[in-house]
């Protein structure tokens, strides 16, 4: 959506974007613990991917997972999450490179949550195989847990379908008001 941004501005907005991303989740976090009701890296990291190319949605996406996780706890799921988060803000760039300062608000949450959900399962799966345990009880379980407790660590009933919703409702809105304030403007 940004054709006229220079490289300086590009990565002035990917750097604000990642600060954004990754001190609201540790906001979050010290308000309310490991309670995950909203993803802000996927926010930052899609509307980075929506707004200012595939490259920066990538960016943002992987850098945010990498710094917030250090500084709350690192471990086998920094790598994994950080990966995939990358992937997705990439994906997310090349889904909606089309989009011209008109978009569809329904076509785009429903894109978010489908991202977010696939982001969620696939991190799931694959620690859960890191871990040990087979492909087919790691996604049997991942799965579960997006839905109810269960000892894959999953805790809150219906916490993945919660989380994808909050984060896709954030993203339509930042994005919309990017557009409103010609933020985002037309890319080539």
């Excluded at 917030?68 to 706890?73: C, E, M, P, R, W």
Aim: hydrophobic share 55%; no cysteine.
């Amino acid at each position: 959506m940004t054709s006229g941004l220079n490289r300086t501005r590009k990565i002035t907005y990917a750097a604000i974007l990642i600060a954004l991303a990754a001190s609201l989740r540790l906001t979050k976090h010290l308000l309310f613990g490991p309670l995950q009701f909203i993803n802000f890296p996927g926010i930052f990291a899609i509307v980075g991917g929506i707004v200012f190319g595939p490259v920066t949605g990538m960016t943002v996406g992987f850098t945010t997972y990498l710094l917030s996780d250090f500084l709350l706890g690192a471990g086998p799921w920094t790598v994994v999450n950080a990966l995939l988060m990358g992937f997705f803000g990439a994906l997310s760039g090349i889904l909606w490179r089309r989009t011209n300062g008109s978009f569809s608000k329904i076509a785009m949450g429903i894109g978010v949550y489908v991202i977010m959900f696939a982001f969620d399962i696939l991190s799931s799966w694959i620690l859960n195989m890191v871990f040990g345990w087979s492909p087919t009880v790691a996604l049997i379980y991942g799965l579960m847990g997006l839905f109810m407790p269960n000892p894959a660590g999953g805790f809150m009933i219906g916490v993945g379908p919660i989380t994808e919703a909050t984060t896709a409702i954030v993203v339509v809105s930042i994005v919309g008001l990017m557009v409103r304030g010609k933020i985002a403007v037309k890319r080539q």
